[in-house]
């Protein structure tokens, strides 16, 4: 029997030695711990060896061991402090391979890796003192050198990520890590985890508003889905835009006429350390003001705040935090997507409608959220005549190829007969003969319906195509020829070019779809011009017709249920045309309603 024993020991103790200590290490309100992934086999005393710590104290620590070790369980394992002749090198050594980095205000572990780009696990095993979630204010860390600029972003996220993993793995139960996302502030996650705003900061010793930053990793309540091993976790990218889940259906509250209506207005004014405004959103805002001008004509009383978020995702957080924001009944802004975040958060809790007023969103999800920018699904809706299987339809194409539009253009295409045209760059009626490739009165010779798709993206090339369908056209004409009847189904970027010549687009009856248009000569845009102008004394843009639609829209719709108001109905505030719809599968409520321009014959255009 005693022999048995000794044999029984002599194999624990091979055990033990076999084992492998782990390399992972984190810190745990201020105490630092081995995650050890339990192997089939060990014993609490042969981790004990492993690892110099008593039996008790592992025990302590994990609780869920008084039913036993299971393999693959992960638990936590204190690690003993130990001086070694590495922790007394002198500063002269360490600069020899080392940077050294002091910690200011508010600085993230993450950050740091961000600035120097180098591994985030490399700053923790050169600095085993630090607490990679609370580094401490003037905290000295170790760079290493040779790792600079050796990690990309997404590689810094991953580690992150799984750091926030090993973590949740052993968390005190009922507690979990989350890694703040930029746009996140204290409001949306007390709210997003049903807690208060204090709770939040007293969970996190403290911490304040001010002090929350993206990229820092704190603790919330709830169990998290790392804290079962077994299950394979792939780390989120969250380089990529959010994808928020679908949540139910809001119901907004109407203002009653005689209430008066808060509106938060958020664009991008300045962008990063310019203290000039970007013309555009000044000039959209300009336009919104006069917008707002004719709806108190109404008899409404409307109050607006401008906010600069600053094309900053973390500024957009602070706005919500913000007394003056919390007030308004309707949100306008932000321009760009990954600043929506945050604030369809706050608005879904508050049940405040949220307009997108210039970007087209592709992948956020709410239904408290109205996009102006007309779906991209119903682009090619109002030109389906020109498709119709009685139309000749011919692709002329250049060495210069306009992608997307040509992509666009054969994917309306698929499944039906097309004719290609190669056209060189030459000039107009050059070249002997009827087969010159710079002369198209070959593909006038026909007596069918016809429509011409340009598919050259070089300025040069598209207005010599353009004067030789028009020169075509003349010359079968002198000759006492009928021409047949074409049209250009045109790329709206031709607007763009400088020295396109414009008389082509009456002559060869090119047809445009844009996201808007407004023609100068109608009378409510000479007007609204008139007013601009006296206002501000400049010429309005495309942007300030925006600004002005979404005051007309919007504000008037808030007294009242606005998706009763809005959902399925057109409104036209000066001449472009909105209609508000639900996209399949999804909650937005989306503007369908692209616009047609068709230049005529007789010099004259007409919208639809």
């Not at 799984?162 to 973590?167: D, E, I, K, N, V």
């Not at 399925?568 to 472009?576: I, K, M």
Request: glycine residues 6%; proline residues 5%.
């Amino acid at each position: 029997m005693k022999r048995l024993c000794i044999i029984l020991m002599l194999l624990m103790g091979l055990c033990a030695t076999a084992a492998e200590k782990s390399r992972t290490i984190v810190y745990i309100n201020g105490a630092k711990y081995y995650i050890h992934t339990v192997q089939p086999g060990e014993t609490v005393y042969g981790l004990s060896k492993l690892y110099g710590v008593g039996e008790k104290v592992i025990l302590e620590n994990n609780p869920s061991l008084a039913g036993g070790l299971k393999s693959n369980e992960n638990i936590r394992i204190p690690v003993v402090a130990s001086v070694s002749g590495d922790d007394r090198k002198s500063d002269r050594k360490l600069r020899k391979t080392f940077d050294f980095h002091f910690v200011t205000k508010g600085e993230t572990l993450y950050a740091i890796s961000r600035q120097y780009e180098i591994p985030v696990r490399t700053i923790i095993e050169d600095n085993p003192g630090i607490d990679p979630t609370h580094l401490r204010l003037g905290e000295r860390l170790l760079i290493r050198r040779k790792q600079i600029g050796s990690e990309d972003e997404a590689g810094s996220l991953a580690q992150w990520e799984a750091y926030r993993q090993s973590l949740n793995s052993v968390a005190d139960e009922g507690t979990s890590y989350h890694i703040v996302r930029p746009g996140e502030t204290f409001y949306s996650l007390s709210r997003r985890f049903g807690i208060t705003e204090e709770e939040l900061g007293a969970l996190n010793n403290g911490l304040t508003p001010a002090d929350l930053k993206a990229g820092a990793m704190i603790k919330v309540p709830g169990e998290s889905e790392d804290a079962h091993p077994t299950q394979t976790v792939t780390p989120r990218d969250t380089t990529a835009l959010e994808i928020r889940e679908i949540p139910e259906e809001i119901e907004f509250r109407a203002l009653r006429r005689s209430e008066p209506l808060d509106i938060a207005l958020l664009l991008p004014l300045t962008t990063g350390n310019k203290v000039t405004a970007n013309p555009n959103y000044l000039e959209f805002y300009q336009g919104f003001l006069l917008g707002l001008d004719s709806v108190k004509r109404l008899g409404y009383s409307v109050r607006s705040s401008l906010f600069d978020t600053k094309r900053n995702p973390e500024e957009v957080g602070r706005i919500i935090d913000e007394k003056s924001f919390r007030e308004a009944d309707l949100i306008v802004g932000p321009v760009y997507e990954n600043e929506l975040q945050a604030v369809l958060h706050y608005a879904e809790q508050k049940h405040v409608p949220t307009v997108s007023p210039l970007a087209h969103i592709e992948q956020t999800n709410s239904d408290v959220l109205f996009q102006l920018a007309p779906d991209p699904a119903h682009k090619y809706d109002k030109v389906s005549d020109l498709f119709a299987p009685d139309k000749r339809i011919t692709l002329i194409c250049t060495a210069n190829t306009d992608k997307e539009f040509e992509s666009e253009m054969l994917a309306l295409l698929q499944g039906r007969r097309y004719d290609t045209y190669r056209f060189q760059n030459a000039q107009p009626g050059s070249g002997s003969g009827g087969n010159s490739p710079g002369n198209l009165t070959p593909l006038l010779e026909n007596s069918e319906d016809n429509v011409f798709i340009i598919l050259s993206d070089d300025e040069v090339e598209v207005d010599r195509i353009l004067a030789a369908l028009a020169s075509a056209d003349t010359n079968l004409t002198s000759r006492g020829r009928t021409a047949p009847r074409y049209t250009v189904l045109g790329n709206v970027r031709w607007n763009r070019y400088n020295n396109i010549d414009r008389t082509m687009f009456f002559k060869n009856r090119v047809v445009f779809i844009s996201t808007y248009h407004a023609k100068r000569d109608s009378e409510a845009v000479k007007k609204f011009d008139s007013a601009y102008i006296r206002a501000f004394g400049t010429i309005p843009t495309l942007y300030s017709y925006r600004g002005y639609d979404t005051a007309l829209i919007f504000a008037p719709a808030m007294f009242g249920e606005i998706e009763q108001k809005l959902e399925g109905r057109s409104f036209t505030p000066l001449q472009t045309t909105y209609r508000f719809e639900r996209p399949e599968g999804r909650p937005n409520h989306v503007n369908s309603d692209w616009t047609r321009v068709n230049y005529n014959k007789d010099f004259t255009i007409t919208i639809e």
